[in-house]
């Protein structure tokens, strides 16, 4: 177990100290900012979704190795799906992170996203892991406040 331990940690340090889709997006479409108040993680996110799919995808901000992280990857997973696929992972993730029921899923279905499953067992952390995905949240529905984890 501690192999696989390590082998999430050096996935999400590299995320951290290499995120992809780092940036802003001029041709954006979709964009929302978001705010973790707990520890103060700040993040933007930029959207170009033509036809219903998510083309492109981009964030910048600062924030923790987690948040970071996780909004790396949240990147790297969504390009290409549908709105409502980008929902659907949403709610599958939070779900992981969180184990409230409702929202069942097979792991396999979140991939590499798996890594972020240890995180449920630090609860401060999950606000961390979950922000980049209620920023995309309120970008898909156009939502002018900021998205908050509280």
């Not at 981009?58 to 990857?73: K, L, V």
């Not at 798996?114 to 979950?130: I, L, Q, W, Y």
């Amino acid at each position: 177990m501690s192999d696989l331990r390590d082998l999430y940690q050096e996935v999400i340090l590299d995320h951290t100290k290499h995120p992809r889709n780092f940036g802003t997006l001029e041709h954006a479409n979709c964009k929302a900012d978001g705010f973790n108040p707990l520890c103060g993680d700040r993040l933007s996110l930029f959207l170009s979704v033509e036809d219903g799919v998510v083309k492109d995808v981009r964030f910048q901000g600062s924030g923790c190795a987690i948040s970071t992280a996780s909004a790396s990857m949240m990147t790297e997973s969504i390009k290409g799906k549908t709105r409502a696929e980008a929902e659907v992972l949403f709610e599958k993730f939070h779900q992981m992170l969180t184990g409230k029921p409702g929202i069942e899923f097979e792991s396999d279905e979140l991939g590499k996203l798996a890594v972020f499953s240890g995180v449920k067992e630090f609860p401060v952390r999950v606000k961390c892991a979950t922000l980049a995905w209620h920023t995309l949240n309120a970008a898909l529905k156009n939502e002018r406040e900021p998205a908050s984890t509280e």
